[in-house]
């Protein structure tokens, strides 16, 4: 009997891809039963992990944390694959969180701010995120009388904001915070008399540490403006218990360790695919023109070298902005175009672009380079250095890749880590090294600072020699948004959008409910990515486990054993 076996393609060598491609290759029985492919369109496996090197050391263009250790499956294989340890240093931004390197927080013109300035509104801020994520539940229920003031605030932000939404129940990070922040201020209105620093008054100084840190939740979040990102959805979000930590032999490692149980030549890297055709509907099956027994096979994938590849089921793994751009009118990607449940979830969810800036610096103390957090004048203000690029201006820190690297990092996210990928490096160079020059001045200039009140309270001019002569000699930057093969960095829950569409993009195709797509062959499309799953999504676990979730689906439709 001639009956083909049936056929699974994967498009996309990402976490998403590799991690299905093993679960897949590994299950019991199922390496005879079927074929089985990847198709990558880069020429490399990792997608948005991208273990690079720059001054000699081990450094990630993409993916950095394994975020929270506890019941991470990206632990559990670095654990196994013993990738935790190195002889050589990397990336470990052990400057984060170990003793005695606390960060120096530093206030533009070269201020050094005492914990006394900063702590009370990182805590206001830590609470305000911790609340919104559900981690930070009054006791009011209970009947107790101690509420917490951070919550008392926290709670009388999410009125205040929501009010002022017209009492709708969609409301965005961004404004909570900020009525979280003016919430703050009306409780300390009786020390606004306080000093402030040279042309910082202390509120304009907390504003400014309060921004650093919504900056920082850009970052992470990916919404390059917080006002776009969904409240509710905060809450959805899981992380997993215990320490975030990097990886020593390079987040690649774990890729690796997915692929290196699959066969030469089942990975195919250079193969970009520009078209899906599918058959959403369940009448007579087109392609039987050949006669063969392949033609029957419902999806049909085109690449950009003009081949085509038959198959009954295709693993989508591209990323949500290849995704986006996929379902425009002009781009005709997917043929027939997706079912509206599913482009218009692509569109309702967010996909932002965040990047990272490595510099190498030279210089007497560039192995002493600090933690640096940085307090930004607005960049409306009168006060601001007008040197410095209005896409430094909302950086959070630069700080050494490990404690005595001479290898710096800075994080960009939205309109700044776009503008970034388009400026040529002596830019980059010039307009990082006049914000150093700001931040961290050179001692002689401190020895003419007249203003002596800074040294006396809560503000210091910073009178070490940190970054004097410091100098920026090369950069390396990642490029997310420009590629391709990712449009963009990860997605996040965008106002207007709910956690709904991410189970939305789980979804396979054609849809089985609908009478239309009775006769059709089942599972044709599915859709795997960090953009999938619904409590863990924009991570390399989430990647992970949506991969793992589509291989499954199909080793249950075929009931192979082992699943
Ligand atoms: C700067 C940055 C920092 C990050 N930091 C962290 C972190 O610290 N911790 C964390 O957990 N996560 C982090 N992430 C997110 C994490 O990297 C991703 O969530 C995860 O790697 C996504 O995996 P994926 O398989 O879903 O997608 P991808 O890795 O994007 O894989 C999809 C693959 O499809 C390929 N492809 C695209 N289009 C086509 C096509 N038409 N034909 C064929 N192939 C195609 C791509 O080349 C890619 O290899 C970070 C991401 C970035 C960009
Ligand atoms: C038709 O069959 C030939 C070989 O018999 C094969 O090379 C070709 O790809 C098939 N075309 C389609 C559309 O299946
Ligand atoms: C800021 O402070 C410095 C020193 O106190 C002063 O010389 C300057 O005029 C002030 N204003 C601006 C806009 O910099
Ligand atoms: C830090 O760097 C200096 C000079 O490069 C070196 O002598 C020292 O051993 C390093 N210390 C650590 C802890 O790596
Ligand atoms: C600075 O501190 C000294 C000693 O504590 C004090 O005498 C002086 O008045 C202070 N100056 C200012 C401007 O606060
Ligand atoms: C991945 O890293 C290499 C450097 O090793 C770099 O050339 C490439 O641009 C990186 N990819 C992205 C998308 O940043």
């Known amino acids: 009997m001639v009956t083909k076996k049936p056929s699974i393609v994967i498009i996309g060598a990402g976490m998403a891809g590799l991690t299905a491609a093993n679960k897949l290759y590994t299950a019991t029985g199922f390496k005879d039963s079927f074929e089985l492919c990847v198709v990558e369109g880069g020429t490399r496996i990792g997608g948005r992990i991208n273990t690079s090197e720059f001054g000699g050391d081990r450094i990630e263009m993409g993916a950095t944390w394994i975020h929270g250790i506890g019941g991470s499956p990206v632990h559990k294989i670095a654990q196994e694959i013993h990738a935790l340890e190195s002889d050589q240093p990397w990336e470990c931004m052990d400057g984060v969180s170990e003793e005695p390197s606390q960060p120096t927080t530093i206030a533009e013109g070269g201020f050094q701010l005492n914990p006394s300035v900063v702590d009370p509104v990182t805590t206001l801020f830590k609470k305000l995120m911790a609340y919104a994520q559900g981690k930070l539940v009054g006791d009011s229920a209970a009947g107790c009388e101690e509420i917490d003031y951070h919550t008392k605030l926290a709670a009388k932000a999410l009125k205040v904001s929501s009010t002022s939404n017209g009492g709708q129940e969609k409301l965005s990070v961004g404004s909570f915070l900020r009525q979280g922040l003016d919430a703050y201020w009306v409780s300390k209105k009786d020390q606004e008399e306080l000093k402030g620093y040279g042309n910082w008054s202390r509120k304009l100084l907390q504003d400014g540490i309060f921004a650093m840190h919504e900056n920082t939740q850009r970052t992470y979040t990916s919404a390059g403006d917080l006002l776009t990102l969904d409240y509710s959805a905060e809450s ?57 027994a392949t033609a029957t096979r419902p999806v049909k994938l085109h690449f950009c070298d003009g081949s085509n590849m038959l198959a009954d089921h295709v693993i989508v793994t591209v990323s949500l902005g290849v995704l986006k751009a996929g379902i ?207 409590t863990h999504y924009s991570t390399t676990h989430g990647a992970y486990f949506s991969g793992l979730r589509e291989a499954i689906r199909l080793l249950q439709h075929y009931q192979c054993i082992g699943v």
């Not at 218990?241 to 890297?269: F, H, N, R």
């Open 236 to 292: 959805e979000y899981r992380m997993f218990p215990g320490d975030e930590i990097t990886i020593a032999k390079g987040y690649l490692s774990i890729i690796e360790s997915l692929a290196s149980v699959l066969p030469p030549g089942l990975v195919q890297l250079g193969r970009k695919v520009t078209r899906i055709e599918w058959q959403p509907e369940g009448d007579e099956v087109s392609g039987m023109e050949n006669g063969s």
């Open 328 to 534: 425009r009118e002009d781009s005709g990607m997917f043929n027939p175009p997706l079912p509206s449940f599913k482009s218009e979830a692509i569109s309702r969810l967010g996909y932002g672009v965040v990047n990272k800036l490595f510099l190498q610096v030279e210089g007497n103390d560039c192995n002493n380079f600090p933690y640096l957090q940085m307090v930004f004048h607005r960049p409306d203000s009168e006060f601001r250095h007008k040197k410095i690029p209005w896409w430094m201006r909302r950086t959070a820190s630069l700080c050494p890749i490990y404690s005595n690297s001479s290898v710096l990092l800075s994080w960009f996210a939205g309109k700044e880590a776009l503008e970034l990928e388009s400026l040529q490096d002596e830019e980059i160079i010039n307009g990082v090294s006049t914000t150093i020059s700001s931040f961290l001045p050179q001692p002689h200039k401190l020895v003419n600072s007249n203003s002596h009140e800074l040294c006396n309270g809560t503000a210091n001019k910073v009178g070490n020699s940190h970054g004097s002569e410091v100098k920026v000699t090369k950069i390396l930057k990642s490029k997310w948004a420009t590629d391709p093969l990712f449009l963009g960095s990860y997605s996040y829950v965008a106002f207007g959008s709910s956690g709904d569409d991410l189970d939305k993009m789980a979804e396979p195709l054609p849809k089985l409910s609908t009478c239309k797509s009775a006769g059709s062959p089942p599972l044709q499309i599915l859709f795997a990515g960090e953009a999938t799953h619904r």
